[in-house]
């Protein structure tokens, strides 16, 4: 067997491997905290059956100000909403509600920084749900214990007018 011809492949498969990472640049990776609290507000969820779709909703909005989501949602399907905000001292609640405006959410939780809503449609139609993130003023910038070991730096912990959100959900 003449291993010399066996390896020209691989060396050419390497060489054009190479060339492409080079020539396509860095990648990057971009972590959505909001989604990320989301997600983990589901993590029991999904412990219990549910599936996590990969449809995500996410974004910043003023504090107290009302975001409503158009979603259709499928009749014989249980659904859970997930939000969430990472601004220290931030709360989020959600909601869901039918084309009528009446509330559909059978339960629900809001625990500082995650909240969710489970509902199980009665018809297949388009549902909105409703995310609300909310922040107390009086409590602005961060703790010496959020801040870590380091000083503050102008502009760097200070609330600028808008939240973070994200939004999950899943099904069973």
């Known amino acids: ?19 492409f990472i080079l020539l396509g640049g860095p990648l990057h990776g971009f972590v959505n905290e909001a989604i990320s609290l989301a997600l983990e507000a589901a993590t029991p969820y999904v412990e219990q059956g549910f599936e996590v779709r990969e449809d995500n909703w996410s974004g910043e909005v003023e504090p107290g100000k009302p975001l409503l989501i158009r979603h259709q949602l499928f009749r014989g399907n249980e659904y859970w909403f ?13 909601d869901i509600f039918d084309n009528e405006g009446n509330s559909v959410g ?5 625990k500082d920084s995650f ?3 489970r509902c199980l449609p009665q018809k297949t139609a ?5 995310v609300v993130a909310s922040y107390e ?6 703790t010496a214990a ?3 070991a380091n000083d503050p730096v102008d502009g760097v912990g200070e609330f600028s007018g808008s939240l973070d959100w994200g939004l999950v959900y899943g099904y069973r």
Do not use: C, Q
């Open 137 to 142: 003023k009086e409590r602005e910038g961060l």
């Open 1 to 19: 067997m003449n291993l010399t011809k066996n390896r020209r492949p691989v060396r050419l498969t390497l060489l054009a491997l190479g060339g």
């Open 146 to 148: 959020e801040r870590g």
């Open 126 to 130: 388009t549902y909105f749900i409703r």
């Open 106 to 110: 059978l339960e629900s939780f809001a």
């Open 115 to 117: 909240a969710g809503v």
């Open 82 to 94: 997930w939000a969430g905000t990472s601004w220290p001292g931030a709360t989020i609640k959600v």
